[in-house]
């Protein structure tokens, strides 16, 4: 069974930065692809970016694409992932999951929350003004 911690969440101010890590255990980690989500108060779960079992190829959301403040990152050495906002914004406000999918992600399911297998407990973000 695949278990997934997340760690780094807290309270900054608007401009801080953070990093967000997710701890993978329990299978193979380079035969996972791994994602991040969040969902801020009083809406629906988004997603973030997701980064490939071999780590070459990397699918962000449009918001991460047009501002460029988000980015992932994998290290197969400690099983982990990463997520690092920069410019932290109060918008960016709500709780990060990481997720974890055997096999493959393409463009058409990276983002989709459903075609993950396993999900950690999420880590509070927020950025106060």
């Known amino acids: 069974q695949v278990q997934l911690v997340e760690s780094g969440g807290g309270l900054v101010q608007a401009g801080d930065s953070l990093r967000l890590s997710c701890a993978f255990s329990?299978?193979?980690?380079?035969?996972?692809?791994l994602g991040w989500f969040r969902q801020a108060p009083g809406k629906e779960r988004e997603f973030v970016a997701a980064?490939?079992?071999?780590?070459?190829?990397?699918?962000?959301a449009d918001f991460v694409n047009e501002e460029g403040r988000f980015s992932i990152s994998r290290d197969d050495a400690k099983s982990s992932v990463y997520l690092r906002m920069n410019s932290l914004i109060p918008e960016d406000t709500a709780d990060y999951f990481c997720?974890?999918?055997?096999?493959?992600?393409?463009?058409?399911?990276?983002?989709?929350?459903?075609?993950?297998?396993?999900w950690g407990q999420g880590t509070q973000v927020t950025v106060s003004s």
């Open positions: 980064i490939s079992m071999s780590g070459v190829s990397i699918y962000y």
């Open positions: 329990g299978r193979a980690f380079d035969s996972y692809s």
């Open positions: 997720a974890a999918r055997r096999g493959l992600i393409v463009n058409a399911n990276a983002g989709r929350g459903d075609d993950y297998d396993y």
